[in-house]
């Protein structure tokens, strides 16, 4: 999907991963850093909160809109 931030003060984050529209998807993993998921054509959206040791929080939200994949048949042909 992404990725998280890194803090000014090098403190370690927590990373906390939420979907908040679209068909239900599974995120490969939810706490950390970066992940990603697997879906068909479709709206998704995505919270991303991170957290310090000092539960100070800061959010970011994206929507990411998957396309059909275009699809031609095949053209078979028999020559002389």
Known sequence: ???GTDSD???????????????DVTIADAEAASTSFEAGPGEYSFQLTVT??????SSTQQTYRISEEP???PEANISE
Do not use: V
């Not at 003060?9 to 068909?23: C, I, P, R």
């Open 9 to 23: 003060e090098k403190d370690e984050l927590t990373y906390k991963w939420e979907q908040t529209g679209g068909n």
């Open 52 to 57: 310090d040791p000092y539960d100070a929080t």
């Open 1 to 3: 999907i992404g990725s």
């Open 71 to 73: 699809n031609s048949g």
